[in-house]
């Protein structure tokens, strides 16, 4: 007697945690989880060596902390692998750190950008990256029919797919690495840089370095468990209904 209501119980449990499994990956992000900036290019596959030097500079964490508290937004431009291994061998590796790190933020706009903005944007485009007197080294875009292209002055691409396009994060894929002019240019003995530039860009990427190590963490913490309890929350209402109604 008693066997059949538990088992109808296990079985109708089951279908309820399937349907609340499947109607959570149906509509595709959580809308109330945390925008995750790396997990938006991890899950393509083609962008692995932009994550690399995302996470080498420390550009990623970056840019996901000051998602959170950024009026304006960011806009990223991804290079693919397939931009990365075309470029001149040896050219990356022969930047400094610190060079290293303004080619990655050359990529980063520190405002969102949907693709029809970037249409009839202004140039040039302040971008994060600066040069050793401070002043931001720029990108051009120019519309046409709907395409963007995008200028360093070295390298002109089109502005491809977006990845993502919801303020406060757009980020578009790109089949060339934008190299800054000045970055390249600049290797004269004669240009120096100033020791109080240096100073104030070095004490500003180990600030936010430090701060950003907790953080992350929690963040995934508290929406995962948001998420596990919403569905627990589930299965007690329908073990509520199915005991009652039964
Ligand atoms: C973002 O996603 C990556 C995987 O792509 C993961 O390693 C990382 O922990 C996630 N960060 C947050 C804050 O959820
Ligand atoms: C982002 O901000 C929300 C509230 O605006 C807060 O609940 C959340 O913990 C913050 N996340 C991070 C990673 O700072
Ligand atoms: C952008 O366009 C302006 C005006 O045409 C030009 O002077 C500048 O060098 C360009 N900058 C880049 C990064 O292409
Ligand atoms: C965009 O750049 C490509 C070369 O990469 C060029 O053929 C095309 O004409 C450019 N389009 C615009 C609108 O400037
Ligand atoms: C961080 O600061 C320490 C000194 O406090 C310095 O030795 C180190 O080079 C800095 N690291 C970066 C990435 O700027």
Redesign the pocket.
Known sequence: MASAPVSSIVLSVFLVFIATVSAQTAPAPAPSGPLNFTAILDKNGQYTYFLRFLADTQVGSQVQNQLNTTSEGFTVFAPTDNAFNNLKPGLINSLDPQKKVQLVLYHVLPKYYSLNDLQFVSNPVRTQATSQNGASFGLNF???NN?V?VSSGMV???VNNALYQKKPLAVYQVDKVLLPEGLFEANSPAAAPSPATKKASGSKSNSTASSTAGEPAAADNSGSMGRNMGMGLVLVLALACMGFLS
């Open positions: 120019t519309g046409q395409q292209n002109e691409t089109l």
